[in-house]
């Protein structure tokens, strides 16, 4: 009886084990598609093992987020919100608004999507121009921070109509995230999304090892000609952001800050922190937490750090001495390829 039960068992064993030496040779065997563009006002970088060429499908995609969150899109529903006209908020934009309105409480406004007139009042935004007065920066103050805006029955309702909404620091990364979507979607296994520097990877490259992505050292350099890397890190299934004006410093009493403004104070900070990178699992959130952590500095970064054990960081500072350090989460360390 046990060998006759054996007799049938054999050649449905034999089909899986043939079967899944076929799927494994096909998905081999399947290419690897590539394409580039430019959206959000910067370039991306698509890579995705498919057998067909899906560049259209990720374009109306992009659109889709450009059409809700830019700023620079005179049609978008940020633009409308903006310019205080009548709209509902699409499902995009609800989504990044309450996870920016999250992010803003638990970093304690260290992350402010209100921010724009401020970088812009300091010339390192749409604008440029010269140091503002005190009293310029006290009455931009009067309509910045998180707590100017609130959503009541599915619309934005500002205390003061001057309120403008940019998503500059959380839309690349919630486009990448849009585009993961789809491929996982699809059930693509392996690709690697890039919008602006910012990075999601599932699975493996091309050359069937890990996804490795690199971390620009920190140079004086406002051309961005040196494009010299910091160290690699070896990263796969995960979303990667980087923050960092370091290209465009600052120098006080001898040492050197990036340009990042705080929405509180409405000034420049003058934190150590030259290039923030950051690990999740969404890129929306890593994006937004690197722009925090650029205001917070290595000490307030690493009390956040302390309280989400999920999100992982790779800082490169400037030390007492004024010289280029690194440090990073614990949890990253098998990551880093020295």
């Known amino acids: 009886m046990k060998k006759k039960s054996l007799t049938w068992q054999l050649p449905f064993l034999i089909l899986l084990i043939v079967g899944t030496v076929l799927i494994i040779r096909q998905q081999h065997n399947m290419p690897y598609q590539n394409n580039k563009g430019f959206i959000f006002g910067t370039t991306y970088n698509i890579t995705y093992q498919h057998d067909k060429d899906l560049g259209k499908e990720i374009l109306v995609a992009l659109n889709q987020v450009d059409a809700s969150l830019s700023p620079f899109n005179e049609k978008s529903i940020i633009t409308k919100i903006n310019n205080n006209e009548s ?123 890990p996804w490795k992505i690199g971390v620009t050292k920190p140079t004086d350099d406002s051309l961005s000609t040196n494009q010299e890397l910091q160290t690699i890190l070896n990263i796969t299934d995960m979303a990667m952001a980087t923050s960092g004006n370091y290209r465009n410093f600052y120098y006080k009493n001898g ?35 690197a722009t925090s952590f650029m205001v917070l500095g290595l000490d307030g970064a690493m009390k956040i750090l302390e309280q989400h054990p999920e999100l992982m960081a790779y800082f490169i500072y400037s030390d007492q001495k004024g010289h280029n350090a690194v440090w990073y989460s614990p949890s990253m360390k098998g990551k880093v390829i020295e």
Request: hydrophobic share 40%; glycine share 6%.
């Open 255 to 289: 040492k050197k800050y990036a340009h990042t403004i705080d929405p509180k104070t409405g000034y420049p900070v003058q934190h150590n922190i030259l290039s923030a990178t950051v690990l999740a699992s969404d890129c929306a959130t890593a994006d937004a937490y």
């Open 87 to 209: 709209v509902k908020p699409d499902k995009m934009f609800m989504e990044v608004f309450e996870l920016a309105k999250q992010i803003s409480t638990e970093t304690h406004g260290a992350f402010d999507i209100t921010v724009a007139p401020m970088v812009n009042a300091w010339g390192f935004g749409f604008k440029s121009g010269t140091s503002p007065t005190k009293e310029v920066i006290d009455s931009i103050k009067e309509i910045v921070g998180f707590d100017k805006i609130s959503l009541k029955n599915n619309k934005i309702v500002k205390q003061d109509p001057r309120t403008t909404l940019d998503c500059s620091a959380i839309a690349k990364g919630y486009g990448c995230d849009i585009v993961a979507r789809l491929f996982r979607n699809k059930d693509i296994k392996n690709f690697m999304i890039e919008i602006g520097g910012e990075v999601v990877t599932s699975g493996i490259s091309e050359k069937r090892i």
